[in-house]
């Protein structure tokens, strides 16, 4: 059955056709079940028999992420980063005594997130990884969450958004920015929903920014309306400012991603201490 829809890459009416998310090569093959919750009750939304798939992009927009090389960019750093997440969860077991997934829920000593450094270029199991693509991964992650949208909000009042993603070339999405923090979640999205949430991000108070989350495991993904927002360290929208040729300069090969402890309202740790924000920005 075809489903006639518009296209959330480039706003266009025809037929959609399924969309891998995350991508096929990020390990999204096997049969899957989405679950609502709803008063605490679990219904199934949807089967699928090979990945996670939504009818949302026309068939050349769909083709054009494969061309570009982009769902293999993310599929490369997700393998690097989950490599990382082990290697830590094997020392955490190792000094803790605890089970290795208690690694998620924990904080740092001074209450703050749990980080992981991460220097990308080194050993991925037998394979030298040197060939890691920020311009790439982050076009995915930018593309991955205009996917989920129901509603033509960000890709009419903010085409900012949707030219950065199809763009090759060093570009922004100023005043918006996309943040990143690992979590021990399952596969969500948060649709229009959360487009009325107003949360302090910052621990000052009320505040207005409006924020779109996407969960692809072990990735949380923050889309948020203002610069400020969540904090530094976890913002990659940056990389946008490499080209899709470019790869990971050796200054970039060190990074420190915080864990979301997933028991709480989102990453809400990651919040708490202004001061510790602006010391993992700097
Ligand atoms: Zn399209």
């Not at 997440?85 to 997130?113: M, W």
């Not at 005043?175 to 910052?202: K, Q």
């Not at 989102?266 to 993992?280: G, I, P, S, T």
Request: contains cysteine; hydrophobic residues 35%; aromatic residues 8%.
């Amino acid at each position: 059955m075809t489903i006639f829809d518009w296209c959330r890459h480039c706003g266009n009416h025809g037929p959609m056709t399924e969309e891998h998310l995350p991508p096929r090569v990020a390990g999204n093959r096997s049969p899957i079940t989405v679950y609502n919750e709803q008063d605490g009750a679990l219904t199934v939304l949807r089967s699928f028999e090979a990945g996670h798939t939504i009818p949302s992009l026309c068939r050349a927009d769909n083709n054009k992420a494969s061309h570009r090389g982009l769902p293999e960019a993310y599929a490369l750093w997700r393998d690097d980063t989950i490599g990382h997440l082990r290697e830590a969860a094997a020392a955490f077991h190792h000094s803790s005594g605890q089970p290795h997934n208690d690694l998620f829920f924990i904080a740092a000593r001074e209450g703050g997130a749990f980080t992981l450094p991460m220097e990308h270029g080194t050993k991925l199991g037998s394979e030298h990884i040197t060939n890691l693509n920020p311009g790439k991964i982050v076009r995915q992650v930018l593309g991955m969450m205009l996917a989920v949208q129901d509603t033509r909000y960000l890709l009419d009042t903010q085409p900012q958004l949707a030219a950065a993603y199809h763009s090759d070339e060093p570009t922004s999405i100023e005043p918006f920015a996309l943040h990143l923090a690992l979590a021990g979640s399952g596969l969500c999205y948060f649709r229009n929903g959360v487009l009325s949430v107003s949360v302090s991000l910052t621990g000052q108070g009320a505040s207005s920014t409006e924020f779109w989350a996407v969960s692809f495991p072990p990735f949380l993904i923050f889309l948020t309306s203002g610069p400020k927002a969540p904090i530094e360290a976890t913002r990659i929208d940056r990389w946008l400012g490499y080209p899709v040729s470019r790869a990971f300069s050796k200054r970039d090969r060190k990074m420190r991603y915080p864990i979301a402890d997933p028991r709480e309202l989102l990453v809400a740790k990651l919040y708490q201490d202004q001061q510790r924000l602006e010391e993992m920005g700097g």
